[in-house]
């Protein structure tokens, strides 16, 4: 993909962040029900949608800046940590997760602890489907 095309994609992909983030939060200012997930989830969602959009004009502003993010991005050294550094977050989230289930299994939360459990067996199974579709991709 030309690297032109994919900073748009991104500049979008922000846009749509900033409108999505916005609607959430008049939604949430107009709808009277007491949601304590909804408004931060909104306001980070429009904070990372403008640092999105102001990120990607400083790297699309200057021919100079734009040559450094695309051999950055296009480095193999870089995309090997990028995949390593995804891995082990995966592994330490979920690994994480089964601890904290496990800790609150033993101390009798089970109903605080199902999410987490949900959460874990999402994982895995995403894994094994993400797997198997890149089995057969390459």
Same mark, same amino acid.
């Given at each position: 993909?030309?690297?032109? &095309?994919?900073? &748009?994609?991104?500049?979008?992909v922000?846009?749509?962040?900033c409108?999505?983030?916005?609607?959430l939060? *008049?939604? =949430? *200012?107009?709808?009277?029900? /007491? =949601?304590y $997930?909804?408004?931060? $989830?909104?306001?980070?969602?429009?904070?990372?949608?403008i640092?999105? #959009?102001?990120q990607?004009? &400083? #790297?699309?502003? =200057?021919?100079?800046?734009m040559?450094? !993010? &695309?051999v950055? /991005?296009?480095? /193999?050294r870089?995309?090997? #940590?990028? /995949?390593?550094?995804?891995?082990?977050?995966? #592994?330490?989230?979920?690994?994480?997760?089964? $601890?904290?289930?496990?800790?609150?299994?033993?101390?009798g939360?089970?109903e !605080?602890?199902?999410?987490?459990?949900?959460?874990?067996?999402?994982?895995?199974?995403?894994?094994?489907?993400?797997?198997?579709i890149?089995?057969?991709?390459?």
């Amino acid at each position: 993909m030309d690297f032109e &095309k994919k900073m &748009k994609i991104r500049q979008c992909v922000a846009i749509v962040y900033c409108v999505l983030g916005a609607i959430l939060i *008049l939604g =949430n *200012l107009f709808i009277d029900y /007491e =949601n304590y $997930f909804i408004l931060p $989830f909104s306001i980070a969602l429009l904070i990372i949608g403008i640092l999105r #959009i102001m990120q990607n004009r &400083k #790297i699309t502003k =200057n021919e100079q800046t734009m040559h450094q !993010q &695309k051999v950055m /991005e296009s480095d /193999e050294r870089n995309i090997l #940590i990028s /995949e390593r550094a995804r891995s082990w977050t995966f #592994i330490f989230s979920v690994v994480a997760a089964g $601890f904290i289930v496990l800790v609150l299994s033993v101390l009798g939360y089970h109903e !605080q602890a199902q999410p987490f459990s949900w959460f874990v067996c999402a994982m895995i199974g995403l894994y094994w489907v993400f797997y198997l579709i890149l089995k057969r991709k390459y």
